[in-house]
């Protein structure tokens, strides 16, 4: 079972994943200047989104158990299969950025090959390992990671130009509130935490390791783009293919530690290969509650090898901007919608069975 701690941490891993990579962008890209006011502003409507749909769970069921209550096996298949989904679309342009970018900013020289092949066998094994020792090693590394954020923000301070984020609202306030809704797609991760619903111990530490991680992870990606748009200015600003990396160098202590940006670059490969551990767990264990199989662990490589498939397909290659765009402005619905309406079932047919009961 998890502890509060780590339950905490890898909602954390799962909301800050995608932040580090070419979110931003895309943010600003939909968005404009005004992309980290979107993001203050939807923390508080996913922080309200949350609140509400753990308050809706009755049990420690996920929503492929609760599937199988309310409409048995069919339904439990037709959900899980579609929840897998979900997720896998959620995180494939990650798993297809996340090679080329560490062969980018750190192993220029390396085959792209072997970057790719040496991070799904990393990924493989470390599924195997399971959720709790990824949570383990989460709880102890974010802390860590946390400080060195924060210092790195401060030391960006020299390199803010205000005048970049003016005007406040950028292009116009229906823009950053209409298309703004896409900022709740850093969110969608929160469907993994319903995963691990098995793993908790009691469900209030659901609902309290919840909150605190969307409040926090909320605040982490608002100070990322809104550092990230004080330091260049928009449109130049969507020109950049990682913008946490652009933000880095701008940091220099002096000439005895000038790349301080590998400090930087080692803690958000950690955060990126626990984000894809995480999710590979996760889909291994969506699949085996679809399927009811005694193990998860058979699913491990399939789901790799799956992944390493799609991802290195040309197609996605060199398309892999215009799907992940199109993927975070639609994401968000099914990844909010599917734990509220199987909770909403779920209490319904509840009541109906307790009803039955008593008469």
Avoid at 154 to 163: A, K, V, W
Avoid at 301 to 314: E, L, N
Avoid at 321 to 333: A, L, T
């Amino acid at each position: 079972m998890l502890a509060n701690k780590q339950i905490t941490s890898l909602a954390i891993v799962a909301l800050t994943g995608k932040i580090l990579l070419s979110y931003p962008r895309m943010l600003i890209e939909l968005i404009g200047s005004s992309a980290w006011i979107s993001l203050f502003i939807y923390t508080g409507v996913g922080f309200g989104l949350f609140a509400a749909t753990s308050a809706i769970y009755k049990s420690s069921d996920t929503i492929i158990k609760t599937a199988n209550d309310i409409g048995g096996k069919w339904l439990r298949i037709a959900t899980g299969i579609f929840t897998f989904i979900v997720i896998f679309a959620n995180i494939i342009t990650i798993f297809r950025e996340f090679p080329d970018i560490i062969r980018l900013v750190l192993l220029q020289k390396t085959y792209s090959e072997f970057i790719v092949t040496a991070f799904y066998i990393t990924v493989a094994i470390g599924a195997f390992c399971g959720v709790e020792a990824v949570g383990r090693v989460s709880s102890i590394f974010l802390p860590v990671c946390g400080a060195v954020f924060v210092a790195f923000l401060i030391m960006l301070i020299p390199s803010y130009d205000i005048e970049n984020i003016s005007p406040i609202f950028g292009n116009g306030a229906a823009a950053t509130l209409g298309k703004g809704v896409s900022s709740l797609s850093v969110f969608s991760d929160l469907i993994l935490i319903n995963m691990l619903l098995p793993h908790i111990k009691r469900k209030c530490d659901y609902k309290k390791c919840g909150l605190k991680a969307v409040l926090m992870s909320g605040i982490c990606c608002t100070l990322i783009v809104l550092a990230y748009s004080l330091c260049y200015p928009y449109p130049s600003s969507v020109d950049f293919l990682i913008p946490v990396y652009q933000l880095e160098r701008f940091v220099n202590l002096s000439s005895f530690f000038s790349r301080f940006e590998a400090v930087l670059q080692m803690f958000w490969t950690i955060i990126l290969l626990l984000y894809a551990v995480l999710n590979v767990s996760v889909l291994s264990e969506v699949l085996q509650s679809t399927f009811g199989t005694k193990n998860e662990k058979i699913y491990i490589i399939p789901i790799t090898a799956m992944i390493a498939a799609v991802t290195m397909t040309p197609w996605m290659k060199y398309n892999v901007h215009y799907i992940g765009y199109y993927i975070m402005k639609v994401i968000y619905i099914p990844a909010f919608l599917l734990p509220i309406v199987y909770g909403l079932f779920h209490v319904k047919h509840s009541d109906k069975r307790n009803k039955e009961r008593h008469q």
